[in-house]
Structure formats: C-alpha cells, structure tokens
C-alpha cells in the first residue's frame, strides 16, 4: 500500500515562509517523480512544481519560480517544499504526489495540507 503523507501545513502572513514535508512509504521510487499541487477553493488544481527521485531534477510552474523549492531525502523517502514570499492567493490546500517520472500523470496523491496565507 502506497501512503503519501502531507504536513507543515499551516497559517503564515504574506511574505513569509513556510516548508512542507511529504513522506513517502509503501514501494520503491526510485523510477518515479514527486509532484506538488495546490487546489484553492472554487478553483482547479494547479501543479506547483515536481522533483524526480533518482536524480533531484526539479521543474516548476513560473508563478512559483525562484520562491519555492523542492528537494528529496532519497533515504528516508521524504519530499520537501519549501515556499518564500508567500502570497494571500497562494492559499490553498497542497497536496504531494508520485507519479512516473516519464510521464506527466500521477498515479498516488496525499491527502492534503492546508496553507493560509494572511494579508
């Protein structure tokens, strides 16, 4: 059973920083890449940017380019994001995702973590 398991979560003024962590646990990655997305209410979810497992290449959606960060801990299966500068419309529920990392579909999804972003 593969278990995707969001945190850090939680509410932060506009301008500041906040780092999720994802855990990963149930099969071997190491083929795969991990996405970020977000889902504000009322809207679509939107991919916020991925990281491949074997070797750490990232891409990102331009809205979050130079602000946000992804890494992995290839050894304990763990997927960070961390977000700088945050914005109020950056408010959303962020969830992490695997997914092979030849193709752009994700095939296990957390549950999500809510991100606030006060003005």
């Known amino acids: 059973q593969v278990q995707l398991v969001e945190s850090g979560g939680g509410l932060v003024q506009a301008g500041g920083s906040l780092r999720l962590s994802c855990a990963a646990s149930?099969?071997?990655?190491?083929?795969?890449?991990m996405g970020w997305f977000r889902q504000a209410p009322g809207k679509e979810r939107e991919f916020v940017g991925r990281?491949?497992?074997?070797?750490?290449?990232?891409s990102y959606a331009d809205s979050v380019k130079g602000r946000f960060t992804i890494s992995r801990d290839f050894a304990k299966k763990m997927v960070y994001l961390q977000m700088n500068i945050l914005k109020p419309e950056e408010t959303a529920v962020y969830y992490c995702?695997?997914?092979?990392?030849?193709?752009?579909?994700?095939?296990?999804w957390g549950q999500g973590t809510q991100v606030t972003v006060s003005s």
């Open positions: 990281i491949t497992w074997s070797d750490g290449v990232t």
């Open positions: 995702a695997a997914g092979p990392r030849n193709k752009d579909e994700y095939d296990y």
């Open positions: 149930g099969r071997t990655f190491s083929t795969y890449a």
